[in-house]
């Protein structure tokens, strides 16, 4: 019931900034817990951020703590992932995921839906 579309991937020097969306449509989309996730190539999926359905809790993995920032807006139907002082170990493909019963969870098998993907690329 859900469909998610990210964007806004690309090749940024180090320190710099991007800013991804999702887009998603469904008719449940207000009831979904969010989360982005990021894998290079070679390694395992690994968590990022998650957002509740309301938008009014959020966690984030240590290693990005500070520097990046999930938002949602359920209006547009549009989560985002606020990118800054970004590193090199930050190249990764990032990936949009929906749960309907994930609630904060960190791990891939609590999202039921995943997006195509985007590539981030920051140069050293």
């Known amino acids: 019931q859900v469909q998610l579309v990210e964007s806004g991937g690309g090749l940024v020097q180090a320190g710099g900034s991007l800013r991804l969306s999702c887009a998603a449509s469904?008719?449940?989309?207000?009831?979904?817990?969010m989360a982005w996730f990021r894998q290079a190539p070679g390694k395992e999926r690994e968590f990022v951020a998650t957002v509740s359905w309301s938008g009014g809790n959020t966690y984030y993995a240590d290693s990005v703590k500070g520097r990046f920032t999930i938002s949602r807006d359920n209006a547009k139907n549009t989560v985002y992932l606020q990118m800054n002082s970004l590193k090199s170990e930050d190249t990764a493909v990032y990936y949009c995921a929906a749960g309907r019963t994930a609630r904060g969870s960190r791990t891939p098998a609590s999202y039921d839906y995943w997006g195509q993907g985007t590539q981030v690329t920051v140069s050293s």
């Open positions: 469904g008719r449940t989309f207000l009831m979904y817990a």
